[in-house]
């Protein structure tokens, strides 16, 4: 081969040069590699084709950026790379398959190389554990709230080109992200060096309070903008979806980023006396932010994907991973695939992990072998064919997405009912991370009951494409694939392949519906798929498919009514009869799993009447001169539209500063956040982000089952056999005192001999991983005697179980009142508890000091000066010998004003035994569980009136539910009932 370039840190290192010899398009290439100490520059000569990169300083991370590896042409280096990977992997090879336990990927730049890795590692703890990122947040761990979001790169050779996505790093496997390139909201910018356009006007734009979610919202916006940089405003918001955010109301992270958007930045009518911002006479309001001082976006100035990864042909070795407990194998073939689920016919494939993360970390599933066919080219196609498209059953729902609105487009809309039936769908199909990931395989086999498109897939007939050691059969999804709770009629040695979805044709019909709590991102109540076809030239129904979710264990197909609607005319006779039918066949028993089983089945009906009215209106546009069928009334037209988001329009009006106050007085200013720019950047610590001290040990509590019972026994020994294990903790090695409270001593730092509510802390388990801690914890067996809990409000009253006396306000004559009124109307009503949701769970670092008992204490609290008192009352210490520290929350709502004490004293108590630093952020689960939440209400009234109107007379009584200690719910108390009082009424 010819000489290595010139490379421009030649003269301050040695480089050592390794060849490596491909083919391309059938020429031979011999490339020489000069590594380096400080970068990782790669000069690439081919013989016949000369091209010369200088790629990123891997060991900096601050290598050239596009612009500075554009070709002559103008292309960029994203392009060419691909175009070179793609010649590269056109050529020969082995074929023969090894076994290999070394993963590779890029994380900002730097080359990560590890071995033996555990396959129930996931990419969030290795980025905050092993490398320090902290910036990437932990929220919920259930891809939910999208704190966790980074952008991973690839090369897809399917596609042949380099793609970015936003994923989840909290359900991400890093076993899963073999020659893959990772970023995280530290390798775009920083204080230190220079603000990312993303980051800067999200925290000059107010978009970022408490700070927790601001590193995800960044890294969302940042994908999109490295795919799209020029984006609408529908793309941001649909970008957002999967990004949860508990203290701005998203209106200044949306206008922050909309400047983005090549759409006006008008008020939308929501200015002073709703008139437009354009059209305001007089003063203008001052403005929060001035779009024109933000630096610009130059997409040009990304870092570039590592060609390593782009030049590397696709996987020869079967990756192998040997964990604890798993392992997960990642074939190269198909045949490889099969001989292995043939092997281990109970192994699950996982593709996205979005599910199988879920099931191992909150239901406390283990699928000891895990197969990875991500890689596999027969599950990663798309074929268009003549009678639909066909997905391989590795792809991705955006994928799947992006290929049938394209269709969607470029054929007559009678052909692709099917297509947009699914891709209304995926419009709430939880968020960008999740469909980003998530392989429609995966969806069908999951068998999920409510799922929002296997029932739609059931209507329409899509085929599978199955296959096992030496043998192919296609099946079709109808009422009888699903055949119980998360079963299918695949057999075990089988591998879904591919899933067909079809075309339709004139006269056939086909939608989907869903309802939820909210309209993105959430699980849906019921849904449904349904799909009709017609007699040709006539409203004569001849087949028909009616599949709903949420209705029973499986995937629920109304078989009945549709055999007995066949043959009937589409009128309003019809949908009589329809509704009828389903009333009868689509039965939920009272005690039905998920409950609200009448409104579930007034949900069934609804879908089947919008079906109903959406075909007849398509029926008498298709077919107006054929035949006529019955219009659609006036007021039930809206019930055949799609929804559509208006684009979102805001106005904030604040006063501002006089014209001759001077800049340098900062008072009346529109300041961002002080924190803002740490905030959007990663740098600002939570107590999590805190380092890993020396012989740290991480903690897990051991909580009650039980409302109220007697601890009979609690069996440890099974704990404390566990790998990594050192002790368990119960009352009796606490120090000090069992007893704590913040208002009353009610409350115990471990259950002592009863358990008063479901969560009551047992115990806890201190081990040297969070993982080892988390799954012994699970291990402790504790047994009860249950006693008569108290769980509603009307139980509490009938056992008079309160925790004070009543309070009461009195004024004027009541009964007198209600002598003059004309007429009295008297009932009640609830009001439920509330989550406080602040994303950063409770958290606590213990720190002895080896002297005197003393300790720091690292807490997320708002009640620092609290957490001290109570911390030394279990260690049996003078206050003045705890320290404790907080630097900032992510978010607190209240949530923290007095409940992190349970989660402190036990962290400090387990540091004074073990003489180590001790951690404990709860998991999002565990944290609901433990620690409460906003009391629930329930509000009688009796209130009298005379014709005209006027009030005389209100009698109200307020009972709120304070749960099994008292806490701050006095405080709630006395707020409240101050709240139903008018100025004529006394204080307390």
Request: aromatic content about 6%.
């Amino acid at each position: 081969g010819r000489g290595p370039m010139p490379s421009r840190t030649a003269e301050k290192n040695k480089p050592v040069p390794e060849t490596i010899r491909t083919s391309a398009g059938g020429c031979v290439i011999n490339c020489v590699i000069n590594w380096t100490r400080n970068y990782s520059c790669i000069n690439i000569l081919p013989v016949h084709n000369t091209i010369a990169w200088d790629c990123e300083e891997l060991e900096q991370g601050t290598g050239p950026t596009a612009s500075e590896a554009t070709n002559n042409d103008g292309g960029s280096e994203p392009d060419r790379g691909a175009e070179t990977a793609r010649r590269m992997n056109d050529g020969g090879g082995s074929s023969t398959t090894s076994e290999s336990n070394e993963l590779v990927f890029y994380v900002n730049g730097h080359k990560v190389v590890e071995r033996n890795v555990d396959p129930e590692l996931n990419l969030i703890t290795y980025l905050r554990r092993k490398l320090g990122l902290t910036g990437t947040k932990l929220g919920c761990g259930e891809g939910g709230c999208g704190s966790c979001t980074v952008m991973v790169s690839k090369y897809n050779a399917p596609q042949g080109k380099i793609v970015h996505i936003a994923i989840n790093a909290c359900l991400a496997p890093l076993c899963s992200l073999h020659r893959t390139a990772i970023t995280t909201v530290e390798g775009i910018g920083s204080t230190a060096t220079r603000l990312h356009p993303v980051q800067e006007r999200i925290a000059k734009a107010h978009g970022s309070q408490c700070g927790f979610c601001t590193p995800g919202m960044v890294m969302s916006m940042y994908t999109l903008l490295r795919n799209h940089p020029n984006p609408t405003l529908e793309e941001i918001e649909d970008t957002l979806q999967g990004n949860l955010c508990r203290c701005t109301g998203y209106r200044p992270i949306v206008e922050g980023y909309r400047t983005f958007a090549q759409t006006s930045s008008c008020c939308g009518g929501a200015g002073v006396d709703w008139r437009c911002c354009k059209e305001q006479s007089g003063e203008k309001s001052p403005k929060l932010f001035e779009p024109s001082d933000f630096l610009p976006l130059d997409p040009t100035q990304e870092p570039i994907f590592p060609p390593q990864l782009a030049l590397c042909e696709s996987p020869r070795s079967t990756l192998v991973f040997r964990g604890e407990r798993v392992t997960w194998i990642q074939p190269t073939t198909l045949e490889e695939l099969l001989a292995l689920k043939t092997k281990h016919p109970e192994a699950r494939l996982v593709v996205g992990n979005t599910e199988v993360g879920i099931e191992m970390k909150l239901k406390n599933i283990l699928y000891p072998v895990i197969l990875a066919p991500a890689h596999i080219p027969e599950l990663n196609f798309t074929r268009h064919t003549d009678t639909g498209i066909v997905f391989g059953a590795a792809c991705s729902l955006s994928h799947v997405g992006s290929v049938l609105k394209e269709a969607a487009r470029g054929l007559p809309g009678y052909r692709t009912e099917i297509f947009r039936a699914v891709l209304e769908q995926l419009r709430w199909f939880a968020g960008q991370q999740i469909r980003n990931v998530a392989a429609v395989g995966g969806n069908i086999m999951t068998a999920s009951p409510i799922s929002d498109l296997n029932p739609l897939f059931v209507a329409s007939g899509c085929l599978l494409t199955l296959a096992s050691s030496g043998t192919t059969r296609v099946l079709k999804m109808d009422g009888a694939f699903f055949t119980g709770y998360r079963k299918t009629a695949v057999s075990p040695q089988e591998v879904l392949l591919s899933v067909e979805i079809p075309f339709t044709r004139k006269g056939e019909y086909c939608s989907a519906y869903k309802q939820a709590q909210r309209r993105e991102d959430d699980i849906a109540i019921v849904n449904g798929g349904m799909r009709v076809v017609f007699r040709e030239g006539s409203s004569v129904v001849e087949e028909m498919g009616l599949s709903y979710g949420g209705m029973g264990p499986t995937t629920v197909s109304a078989v009945r009514t549709c055999q007995q609607l066949l043959g009937r005319q589409w009128n309003a006779e019809l949908l009589h009869v329809g509704c009828s039918l389903l009333v009868s066949e689509l039965a939920l028993s009272p005690s039905a799993p998920g409950g609200m089983v009448q409104f579930r089945r007034t949900l069934s009906l609804s879908f089947f009447f919008k079906f109903y009215l959406s075909v007849l209106q398509k029926l008498g546009q298709d077919f107006q001169e054929a035949f006529q069928v019955e219009p659609v009334s006036p007021e039930y037209v809206s019930a055949t539209e799609l929804f559509h988001k208006d684009p979102p329009s805001s106005v904030q009006l604040f006063q501002g500063v006089p014209p001759d106050q001077v800049s340098s007085d900062m008072v009346g200013q529109p300041l961002p956040h002080l924190s803002s720019f740490q905030q959007a950047t990663g740098e600002a610590i939570y107590c999590d982000d805190l380092p890993r001290l020396e012989r740290e040990l991480y903690l897990a509590l051991v909580t009650s089952t039980e409302a109220h019972a007697q601890i009979s026994s609690i069996d440890s020994s099974q704990a404390l056999q566990m790998a990594g294990v050192t002790c368990f903790l119960t009352a009796k090695d606490i120090p000090g005192s069992n007893v704590t409270g913040h208002v009353t001593l009610d409350e115990t730092v471990f259950a002592d001999g009863v358990v008063t509510c479901v969560g009551h802390i047992i115990g806890a388990v201190v081990a040297d991983t969070e993982a080892h801690a988390q799954r012994a914890a699970k291990a402790v067996k504790v047994t009860y005697t249950k006693l008569e809990p108290i769980i509603t409000i009307q139980d509490a009253i009938s056992h008079s179980s309160y925790h004070v006396p009543p309070l009461k306000l009195e004024y004027g004559d009541i009964e007198g009142g209600f002598e003059q009124a004309d007429d009295i109307i008297e009932g009640e009503m609830h009001i439920g508890g509330q989550e406080h949701f602040y994303l950063e769970t409770h958290c606590t670092v213990a720190v002895p000091s080896g002297e005197d008992g003393e300790m720091e204490i690292f807490s997320s609290t708002q009640a620092p000066s609290q957490t001290q008192i109570l911390v030394a009352k279990a260690l049996g210490v003078p206050a003045n010998r705890i320290v404790c520290r907080v630097k900032r929350l992510g978010g607190g709502f209240g949530g923290k004003a007095s409940r992190n004490t349970l989660l402190a004293t036990v962290v400090a108590v387990a540091a004074h035994k073990t003489k180590c630093p001790v951690r404990c952020a709860l998991t999002r689960d565990v944290d609901m569980l433990v620690t409460g939440g906003r009391n629930p209400f329930l509000g009688r009234y009796k209130v009298g009136f005379q014709k005209s109107g006027k009030i005389v007379a209100a009698d109200l009584t307020l009972y709120c539910n304070a749960g099994n200690s008292l806490d701050l719910s006095s405080s709630v108390r006395e707020t409240r009932i101050h709240h139903l009082t008018t100025e004529k009424c006394p204080v307390l």
